[in-house]
């Protein structure tokens, strides 16, 4: 049976990177070289990346493919590591990039005490940029919740669109901002999934400046 990917990159300010152009020239043809098939999709001028987002979980559901690869416009990542996330038996598997700041910080939440499965390490939630999701947990949230997550979103020219709005920004437990990418990750752990990051990654985050991070070794140094 082929192995299938869909490639889902929003791109909020209708631009994306060299740094992740570059990834994803090297992503391509390692894809075809292993026998993958696959499809890419943009999403250019969403201001929402919650919208941004469920507009291209709308088009994967609408694909054959069987994974689901976000890599936002923003990030960049060696080929391995994102073969890494492809080939993992894993439903919900994803690398960790820096936040865009100078002090070193990343944005995700570990389970305590951790977890670690191999090269792996348990997360309540990880950012969205670098993630794999399999098609069967997607259409799991989908079967359970279903019209609770329709939602008519008003297109250019007057064009409604029936999505499901499974990517949701929000209020966290603790009373603070949460970003879609927090919200999937906590409805599939209630779910009864398991978020798993990869914590030896080195991954860019382009913004006005290049960060480049590796959260295991960021773990590393603080723990020395």
Known sequence: MTK???????????????????????????????????????????SLVDQARNLLLKSFLDSKCDNLLWIDADVGFEVSDAMKLLESP?????GVYPI?????????????????KGEMVEAYYLPGGFTRFKRSCIQDIIERYGEQTLCTYKMGGGEELKVHHI??????????????????CNV?????????????????????????????????????
């Open 90 to 94: 894993e439903k919900i598997v994803g």
């Open 100 to 116: 865009k700041r100078m002090d070193e910080a990343y944005p995700i939440k570990l389970i305590e005490p951790l977890n670690r």
């Open 4 to 46: 299938s990917v869909f490639i889902a990159i929003p791109c909020g300010s209708s631009q994306i990177y060299w740094t992740t152009c570059h990834s994803l020239i090297n992503l391509t043809a390692q894809l075809v070289e292993e026998g993958w098939d696959y499809s890419i999709a943009f999403l250019p001028g969403s």
């Open 167 to 184: 990517y949701q920004c929000g209020v966290s437990d603790e009373g603070g901002y949460s970003g879609e990418d927090v919200s999937i």
């Open 188 to 224: 599939l752990r209630t779910m009864g999934y398991r978020v798993w990051a990869f914590p030896d990654m080195t991954l860019t985050h382009t913004g006005t400046y290049t960060w480049t991070g590796n959260m295991a070794k960021h773990m590393e140094a603080k723990d020395a």
